[in-house]
């Protein structure tokens, strides 16, 4: 009698196919963006190019993380919008620019509740680069260092639980561990988005953001998508530098490094689920071309097999509140 292997055993129920399932995905694993803004605190304008996401004024932002939180959201990532950009994008280091804000009004309501905030400048600067920029018009690296230093440990005193680089300048995962440790914040994590590449799926957040540079780019400091190399060679000299998580951005374009940094370091792993490709599904799924949930989930669960510990995703908020995670 022929044998061969019948798969289909294991799949013959959804219970069986619960029960064998390699890869999960749970709320804890889930951190939601929030865009807050220095304006109105009941200001609230949606995103018209990341549709379900808006630009949040401080009492606006406390209610959607208000309606999040009653639904199981464990952690969130904060992105600031200020009044007023300089060239050195002070408020992004000034104890009361609009991250600080949010942080501690958030942090006074829901003290068990994960705040991550992006440690970057270009949010803040009127040019729109990560750094300081020479008269030439270049991104200087170390001058920048000790700016988003201050940024950290502003973001640490107003509460902020984890603080995360996002700028690739080099060194600053160094230079950021040991201004919080000297500011007494010897336990604040860092989570170091370590390999980031200068991708085209960012261009819905610049929208969110404001932060689209006013000239150039930033292909002198964020990653070639062709490298994966590279990848590994900044990760690990952000964990010889002291980062307690490393961050692969984009996500889904990138699970091969997803994967690689998993399989080459201990440390957790986040993959970032970006703009474009939030915006990609809702805009199909608009269309009436995927369905938006299961193309989500989908998509949510290819990080936790590629590898990926947390995810930051633009879905989180309203997969909690549907009952999906």
């Not at 196919?17 to 890869?23: A, F, I």
């Not at 996401?53 to 209610?63: A, T, W």
């Not at 986040?270 to 799924?285: D, F, L």
Request: with cysteine; proline share 5%; aromatic share 8%.
């Amino acid at each position: 009698m022929m044998t061969f292997h019948r798969g289909r055993r294991l799949r013959s129920s959804k219970t069986m196919r619960d029960l064998v399932r390699e890869s999960r995905l749970s709320r804890n694993d889930l951190i939601q963006p929030y865009f807050v803004v220095e304006s109105d605190a009941d200001f609230r304008k949606p995103i018209a190019s990341m549709p379900g996401q808006f630009q949040l004024g401080l009492n606006q932002l406390v209610d959607e993380v208000a309606g999040a939180v009653d639904a199981g959201l464990k952690s969130l990532i904060l992105f600031g919008i200020p009044l007023d950009k300089d060239p050195a994008g002070s408020q992004a280091y000034d104890e009361n620019g609009i991250v600080q804000k949010a942080i501690r009004r958030i942090k006074d309501r829901w003290p068990e509740l994960v705040v991550v905030a992006d440690t970057c400048l270009c949010e803040y600067t009127s040019h729109g680069h990560c750094g300081l920029v020479s008269p030439e018009g270049e991104v200087r690296n170390d001058p920048t260092l000790a700016l988003l230093a201050r940024t950290a440990v502003a973001q640490a005193k107003a509460g902020a639980d984890i603080v995360a680089p996002s700028d690739m300048m080099d060194g600053r995962v160094a230079a950021i561990r040991q201004a919080l440790d000297e500011e007494g914040f010897l336990n604040t994590p860092i989570m170091s988005y370590a390999v980031k590449y200068s991708s085209a799926f960012y261009g819905p957040f610049r929208d969110a953001a404001e932060s689209a540079p006013k000239f150039g780019d930033r292909k002198t400091y964020q990653m070639d998508p062709a490298n994966w190399r590279e990848g590994l060679r900044e990760a690990a000299a952000d964990v010889e530098e002291g980062a307690d998580i490393l961050m692969v951005k984009p996500g889904l374009p990138y699970l091969d490094v997803i994967r690689l940094v998993r399989d080459n370091f201990d440390l957790p792993v986040a993959a970032y689920q970006v703009s474009g490709e939030y915006s990609q599904i809702k805009a199909a799924a608009q269309l009436g071309w995927i369905d938006e949930t299961a193309v989500a989930l989908e998509s949510l669960i290819a990080f936790k097999r590629a590898g990926a510990d947390l995810i930051l995703s633009y879905f989180t908020q309203d997969l909690l509140k549907a009952g999906h995670v």
